[in-house]
Nanobody, 115 residues
Framework: VQLVESGGGLVQAGGSLRLSCAAS????????MGWYRQAPGKRRDLVAA????????NYADSVKGRFTISRDNAKNTMYLQMNSLKPEDTAMYYC?????????WGQGTQVTVSS
């Protein structure tokens, strides 16, 4: 499974961004996908996750009500709509796929929120 993120950038506080993660390869083996983020000097933490059918989602408390995870299985793409962004959301955002063959990561996309 190969994952490619896009959509990061620089935005002012209160603004919005939408991240995309395009999956290729053995996509039928993916059971769940998620977005993680890592700020400099900090650990990589789960932001949001979604099951393969899209029926179950999970969010970190810090983003509940502001971020929405979704996926389009026909396009093999997962999204993260981020609204009301805060400076503390600044981080490298990584796409993750949990598949039968193992755990896969994208290369990351930088999100920077200015105050």
């Amino acid at each position: 499974v190969q994952l490619v993120e896009s959509g990061g950038g620089l935005v002012q506080a209160g603004g919005s961004l939408r991240l995309s993660c395009a999956a290729s390869g053995s996509t039928s083996s993916i059971r769940a996908m998620g977005w993680y983020r890592q700020a400099p000097g900090k650990r990589r933490d789960l932001v949001a996750a979604i099951t393969s059918g899209g029926g179950i989602t999970n969010y970190a408390d810090s983003v509940k009500g502001r971020f929405t995870i979704s996926r389009d299985n026909a396009k093999n793409t997962m999204y993260l709509q981020m609204n009301s962004l805060k400076p503390e959301d600044t981080a490298m955002y990584y796409c993750n796929a949990a598949a039968f063959e193992g755990n896969f990561w994208g290369q990351g996309t930088q999100v920077t929120v200015s105050s």
